[in-house]
Nanobody
Framework: QVQLVESGGGLVQPGGSLRLSCAAS????????MSWYRQAPGKERELVAA????????NYADSVKGRFTISRDNGQKTVYLEMNSLKPEDTAVYYC?????????????WGQGTQVTVSS
């Protein structure tokens, strides 16, 4: 059974930090690009950060560059999002996504999301 389980969300003051984790199971993690998306109330889901299978390539939304860092541990089948200098506009539900990069076609998987609230 495929699972992506996010954790680490919560309430933090502006300027604070959080570290999100997404633990994967039920598929070959190292064959999947991983990414974090977020969705704020009334807004579309948007890409926050992505990391390639080996971790050698990353990309970020302009709004989080220099503040957020995505990383992965293929041995632990986990992807992380380190978020620093948080702003109220970072408030959203954060989701991780797994996209297959090998031969043939396989489904894309999503986690259930974790709430991040930045407020004083």
């Amino acid at each position: 059974q495929v699972q992506l389980v996010e954790s680490g969300g919560g309430l933090v003051q502006p300027g604070g930090s959080l570290r999100l984790s997404c633990a994967a199971s039920g598929f070959t993690f190292s064959n999947y690009d991983m990414s974090w998306y977020r969705q704020a109330p009334g807004k579309e889901r948007e890409l926050v950060a992505a990391i390639a299978t080996t971790g050698g390539r990353t990309n970020y939304a302009d709004s989080v560059k220099g503040r957020f860092t995505i990383s992965r541990d293929n041995g632990q089948k986990t992807v992380y999002l380190e978020m620093n200098s948080l702003k109220p506009e970072d408030t959203a539900v954060y989701y991780c996504k797994a996209r297959y990069t090998g031969w043939g076609k396989k489904p894309t998987y999503w986690g259930q999301g974790t709430q991040v609230t930045v407020s004083s």
